[in-house]
């Protein structure tokens, strides 16, 4: 279908030639037909790596195949067994290699589905959504402003839509759309103003298209065909971390050489020692460092999915531990994003309207609607008319019949609240907008715009024609000058000016939010634009609250506690921001100022960098004024979350360290700008995602600490044994062993294991904080000193005490594998000892340990295989003095950690008091 040349039939000839009918859409049956003819609606990537190259990529690195060589010479020689077990070790040790690596690639893979755009259609007469790689050809799309064009369309209704499509043309400003046709097949594609490309997006007006291709068959589709690489960003972490890998490398070469030689010159055999020091030179490098780190970063990341937070770039999962400042949106995120009209001002009286949510029940108090023709009726009118949203059961839109259609199904609208809230309110007093458009239809829209502060509809009738507008009460007033009445429109003077501003502020203190709505005649000549909204009639004020979230006033307690600012950011009148920030205790007392979009306009930057520290809310501010906050606070040394929903928050969103956007009611522009999508729209969300971000360098930094002391403790038995001249404490193929049992399955345990406690008690961390900060370096060192002397203290004891070298090689061997899984429990924090930790709360861990110890009992007592490790049964006291020095230093580090932590709560309690 690709190849019509679309842009030249009118509008109803496509849609006929697609076989759609433009009022109904297709049904299901014609489009599960048309998906299996031309597939999903994606754009086809690079294939990934295949599993079995994955699997032999484990055995790329210089060492390994300097091992493998090792082996097939230990082969030549007549050495068959040692040959096997070594290749069978490798072998082990590239299945646990493949596993990290395979599940990291796939846990990313899993993760860019969940911020796979979703389509607005219409299909079978209703509207509903769907995953956007449903779309077929002939499927009939709505869109609105901030929206991504799903796949390529044919317009074939446009309301002032400009679309921004420089990501395929060129073209850096926007190009308005229009439905009729053009004249020249040729025309180019830039050009083609009443078609629409898949990767482009609308961000003005609204409209509707028919798909006329999708998937590779777009032109967005042609171009990705001959693009197919795209790199996997790294996170800083990972990337200082390859770094310190290549370090590592060099250091660990260098030690084992000196091993080897000092062995050589003691007289041991050259190909023995040449077998040990490179079996020791794959023990230290911790080549399982960059996978783990993935897997924790993977893992970590589909955790907060289930808490609602979906990370779309892995960078954002260290900053989420830095952040200082959350600044946040107050409708929805905040608030419960459920608008209910409590109040209306209109005709000098104040109208209490009862009802919840969304359903249109409800009762208004000080007028009947029902009985009295006049302002009130007036005020409905317009809030069902101006109005681009519709109430929903089910998830689908309730017309006529369907109103009472499943009476248990709850209520909701698709839509913008605020606009719902407004449709309720008309619904309550049986005005429809259905009915309605019977006798008048809608001509043209000025649509809403988060800078003009104000929507208007053109409706034309048998008689009249009239415009509705509706919007922010100062915006709204400014503009009015007259006043429906109950005896008629009248001069609206500046007395009754002042009053309806009163009305507003009475409203706005009990935290409602409050609309204006006015009303003016036109001629039948006059074009549509925004001269129509002077000289208006105010007809009502509307006062509607979106209720606090419960969950978010909790959120903003951890946050404080966390060292995390909160900050307010909305469209909302000064006293309505102020309320419902007092009852979430974002202000408290004279904890933190209020700023309006009004004074943020006569501040400079400068002014705003020295203010904005004090500053918790900011009312009646346009999405401009959010990139200035964000400007401001990073000027400030803040590591800032920004939220946003709109298309004009994207440049905010983006300039944020962590650009947040809205799940439910974000544009997809907005989506594509943040580094984080929450799920539910919700506050708290945030909160949680920067305790799981916390909780994931925390884990990064446990097995780091974990890899690396009990490498060093590898290292150091061989290294002190050669300068003292003892003879080989471990052989090559125990090493191996000890690499094997100790550094795959516990390692990878921790990296999933639990958060601390207080995690969110701390202040954020820096930035620029080196991964081995806060006395990581040293715990690394002390315990990788305290596992190698401990190992070669029972070798030296054992042969001090007179038993061969048989049982001595056996006791180290044994000493450093369980030395290692005793410290395992001491990297479950960093602050406490395992008499303050629940050992048995991460069961990957346990499962883990317990399947080390049975593979390390089974060499020492299991016959065939004490012959090839070169091992033997141990007695009672050899096993005690093994505990001893193996489990020694956690006891005694933890009674340490536990004495030193009780000693400084109580001293902080009686602080307190």
């Known amino acids: ?222 171009i990705a065909g001959m693009i197919q690489s795209v790199e996997e960003e790294e996170t800083p972490l990972q990337k200082r971390l390859a770094q310190l890998g290549k370090y590592l490398v060099v250091i660990s070469i260098a030690v084992c050489g000196i091993v080897v030689l000092t062995g050589i010159l003691r007289g041991e055999g050259v190909y023995k020692m040449f077998l040990a020091g490179v079996s020791l030179a794959v023990a230290a490098i911790p080549e399982g460092l960059p996978a783990i780190v993935t897997v924790a970063l993977a893992i970590g990341v589909q955790r907060m999915v289930k808490r609602k937070a979906i990370i779309r770039k892995l960078p954002a999962v260290e900053t989420l531990g830095c952040a200082t400042v959350i600044c946040s949106d107050k409708t929805g995120t905040l608030t419960q994003n459920e608008m209910t009209v409590r109040q209306i001002y209109t005709d000098r009286k104040m109208i209490v309207v009862t009802g919840q949510g969304y359903d249109p029940k409800g009762e208004f108090h000080g007028a009947d609607p029902l009985k009295e023709k006049g302002p009130l009726q007036n005020a409905l009118k317009i809030a069902s008319l101006c109005n681009n949203s519709s109430l929903t059961r089910k998830g689908v839109q309730v017309a006529g019949m369907f109103r009472s259609a499943g009476k248990e199904a709850p209520w909701g609208i698709e839509g913008d609240p605020t606009e719902g809230a407004l449709l309720v309110a008309a619904a309550k007093a049986g005005i429809w907008r259905e009915t309605l458009e019977r006798k008048e239809e809608r001509v043209g829209e000025i649509p809403f715009d988060s800078d003009r502060k104000r929507m208007s509809v053109i409706y034309k009738g048998r008689r009249e024609k009239n415009a509705y507008v509706k919007g922010a009460p100062d915006e709204i007033l400014r503009r009015c000058t007259h006043e429906l009445t109950g005896d008629g429109v009248v001069e609206l003077s500046e007395i009754r000016r002042r009053a309806i501003f009163r009305a507003n502020d009475e409203m706005a203190k009990k935290a409602l939010r409050v609309l204006a709505l006015a009303q003016k005649p036109l001629k039948e000549y006059e074009r549509v634009d925004e001269r129509v909204e002077e000289d208006l009639v105010f007809v009502s004020l509307m006062g509607m609250i979106d209720p606090p979230r419960t969950s978010a006033g909790k959120a903003i307690v951890v946050c404080r506690k966390a060292g995390i600012k909160p900050v307010m950011i909305t469209g909302d009148h000064r006293l309505t921001a102020e309320a419902v920030a007092r ?145 080989l404490p471990l052989l090559a193929i125990q090493i191996l062993w000890v690499n ?103 069961p990957y861990l346990i499962a883990a340990v317990a399947g080390s110890t049975i593979m390390q009992l089974s060499v020492i007592y299991f016959p065939p295989l004490q012959a090839i490790f070169k091992t033997t049964a141990l007695l009672g006291w050899q096993w005690g003095l093994i505990l001893l020095v193996a489990g020694g230093p956690s006891i005694l580090i933890g009674l340490y950690r536990l004495v030193r932590n009780t000693w400084h709560g109580k001293r902080t309690m009686v602080g307190a008091k």
């Open 583 to 727: 009852e979430l205790g974002i202000l408290k007392g004279n904890n933190g100022g209020i700023l309006t979009g009004v004074e943020l306009d006569k501040m400079s930057d400068e002014e705003l960098e020295k203010e904005v520290m004090d500053v918790s809310v900011y009312a009646r501010v346009t999405p401009k004024d959010k990139l200035r906050i964000v400007r401001a606070l990073k000027k400030n040394n803040q590591i800032v979350a920004m939220t946003g929903d709109g298309v004009n928050d994207a440049p905010a969103v983006k300039e944020a360290d962590i650009g947040i956007s809205m799940g439910k009611t974000g544009t997809d522009v907005t989506k594509e700008a943040s580094a984080m999508v929450l799920a539910d729209d919700n506050f708290a969300t945030i909160v949680a995602a920067v305790e799981e971000g916390r909780a994931i360098y925390d884990n990064i930094r446990k097995f780091i600490r974990y890899l690396l002391s009990c490498n060093i403790g590898e290292v150091l038995v061989m290294f002190l044994a050669a300068l003292i001249g003892l003879p």
């Open 1 to 222: 279908m690709r190849q019509q040349a679309w842009h030249v039939l009118p509008w109803l000839d496509v849609v006929k030639a697609l076989g759609v009918h433009p009022g109904k859409g297709l049904t299901p049956r014609e489009v599960s037909r048309r998906l299996g003819e031309v597939g999903t609606n994606i754009l086809e990537s690079k294939k990934g790596v295949h599993p079995v190259f994955l699997f032999l990529g484990q055995f790329k690195d210089f060492m390994v195949l300097v091992l493998l060589a090792a082996t097939i010479v230990s082969a030549l020689l007549g050495e068959i067994a040692d040959a096997v077990t070594i290749m069978a070790i490798l072998v082990l040790n590239a299945v646990l290699g493949f596993i990290q690596e395979y599940r990291a690639e796939r846990s990313i893979e899993s993760l860019k589905s969940l911020t796979a755009p979703e389509a607005r259609v219409l299909r079978d007469g209703l509207e509903s959504r769907i995953p956007a790689t449903e779309l077929v050809p002939g499927d009939i799309v709505l869109l609105e402003a901030g929206d991504r064009i799903p796949a390529d369309l044919r317009w074939i209704q446009a309301v002032n839509v400009e679309v921004e499509e420089s990501a395929l043309t060129g073209e850096s400003h926007p190009v308005a759309k229009r439905v009729a046709p053009l004249t020249d097949e040729l025309t180019p594609m830039a050009d083609r103003a009443n078609m629409g490309y898949m990767g482009t997006a609308l961000v003005a007006g609204r409209g509707a298209g028919v798909i006329v291709a999708t998937g590779m068959e777009t032109e967005m589709g042609i």
């Open 740 to 842: 094997l049992v100790t550094d795959g399955l516990p390692a990878m345990a921790l990296g999933v294991d639990g958060m601390d406690k207080d995690i969110m008690n701390r202040k954020p961390r820096e930035p620029g904080e080196s991964i081995f900060a806060r006395g990581l370096a040293r715990k690394i060192l002390t315990r990788g000193v305290i596992i190698g002397v401990g190992t070669l203290v029972v070798f030296v004891v054992a042969l001090l005490l007179g038993v061969n070298m048989l049982v001595a090689r056996t006791m180290a061997f044994t000493t450093l594998v369980f030395s290692q899984l005793f410290h395992v429990f001491d990297c479950k924090s960093e602050t406490r000892g395992i008499f303050e930790v629940n050992l048995f709360s991460n």
